[in-house]
């Protein structure tokens, strides 16, 4: 069978990304920046220190989140099978790539599906793309039908301007997409959550998708994988500016945080999250949530569900120690720990 354009894309993403070459070169994430504050005379019971949370109404014991990745290939539908795996058994919630390919094939549905299917009842988020959502005359059907597709808890919707300009295929036509967006929140009942995907979404961007009934904002910032490079090696070229454009991902937690004393949302950081300490800085920090893409990819690839599962209960056990070297017993109180910059420290 033919393979359509989008799928040989999607393929080509997913080996690409396995290297490290798509990095940030020189930005980081900014949470180096940052130290906790010790204390000396912490009385939490280590054993009893408790990571849960709650998400789109439901409990999960991590608050982290498996990223957006893929669906719509062969390889893409078994990737998506492990992580499930791994979602389910470390209760934590999982989203799915863009679906845009399920308008194109019926034969692609069963890589959503695989999802819920091997995931339990754990948290699921749809995705597509703003550029679908702007350009769409049948938006509610259509978004209805990605709901459907994967039993969502929740639907992502990704902005990715900087991707789309660079290209080859892109489509940096986003005219209407708000207007879209307020009706899709409007009469959608899931939750919409709108995320970038690596150079972060500002305060002013996101009092704006806010304002238009978005539940969730995922920052996605700059630090961890770029889209630009990706795009860039895909068609042999090279530009060093717009490879580090974007905001990182610690500026945008800190910035949109700040829209917490106006309006009710989850507000998610990732971009870059490679650590536990990553993790933690991020909830101290002010987020609900955290999620990390490429490097679970490339573990899953390399050692497959186990790998994922140990890395990360390798990286909740660092958040755990945190947590009670700052005299956090849960989520709620780490919440409220804050951070100290370093160049306040000397
Ligand atoms: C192989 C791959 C495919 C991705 N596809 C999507 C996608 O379809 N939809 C989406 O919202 N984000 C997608 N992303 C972006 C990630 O969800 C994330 O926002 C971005 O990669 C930054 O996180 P990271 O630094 O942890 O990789 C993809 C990421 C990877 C690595």
Redesign the pocket.
């Known amino acids: 069978m033919q393979e359509s354009n989008t799928s040989k894309r999607?393929k080509e993403?997913?080996e690409l990304?396995l290297s490290d070459n798509v990095a940030f070169k020189t930005k980081t994430n900014g949470f180096e920046n940052y130290e906790f504050e010790h204390f000396a005379i912490t009385e939490v019971e280590f054993d009893k220190i408790n990571l849960s949370t709650i998400f789109l109404k439901k409990k999960i014991n991590y608050p982290f989140l498996i990223?957006?990745?893929?669906?719509g290939t062969e390889e893409a539908k078994s990737i998506n099978e492990k992580l499930a795996i791994v979602a389910n058994e470390l209760q934590i919630p999982i989203?799915v790539?863009?679906q845009r390919q399920a308008f194109e094939d019926k034969k692609h549905h069963s890589t959503y599906r695989v999802v819920r299917k091997n995931a339990g009842k754990v948290p699921i988020l749809g995705?597509i793309?703003a550029a679908q959502v702007a350009k769409s005359k049948k938006i509610i059907d259509e978004i209805n039908f990605l709901i459907d597709l994967v039993e969502a808890d929740g639907m992502?919707i990704?902005v990715?301007p900087l991707q789309e300009l660079l290209q080859t295929e892109g489509e940096p036509k986003f005219k209407g997409f708000l207007k879209n967006l307020n009706k899709i929140c409007s009469k959608i009942k899931t939750p919409i959550i709108v995320?970038?995907?690596?150079s972060g979404i500002s305060k002013m961007a996101a009092k704006r998708l806010l304002e238009v009934g978005v539940q969730g904002i995922?920052v996605?910032g700059a630090?961890?994988?770029s889209?630009a490079a990706v795009e860039l090696m895909r068609s042999d070229k090279e530009d060093n500016y717009f490879q580090e454009w974007g905001l990182p991902t610690s500026y945008c937690v800190r910035k949109v945080k700040e829209l917490k004393k106006d309006f009710g949302f989850t507000l998610i950081s990732?971009?870059?999250?490679?650590n536990g300490v990553d993790i933690a800085k991020s909830i101290a920090l002010g987020a609900d949530l955290t999620?990390?893409?490429?490097?679970?990819?490339q573990e899953v690839i390399k050692n497959d569900i186990n790998g994922v599962v140990d890395l990360m209960e390798s990286w909740f056990l660092t958040v755990q120690r945190i947590m009670y070297l700052t005299g956090c017993k849960d989520i709620k109180s780490f919440k409220k720990v804050g951070l100290i910059r370093k160049e306040e420290m000397y």
């Not at 990223?67 to 669906?71: A, D, F, I, P, Q």
């Not at 995320?195 to 690596?198: A, I, L, M, Q």
């Not at 990732?270 to 490679?274: D, E, K």
Request: overall charge positive.
């Open positions: 999607k993403h997913i990304c990223s957006c990745m893929t669906g989203g790539g863009s995705n793309g992502v990704h990715n995320k970038e995907v690596g995922d996605s630090g961890g994988t889209w990732s971009g870059g999250i490679s999620a990390s893409a490429r490097i679970i990819l």
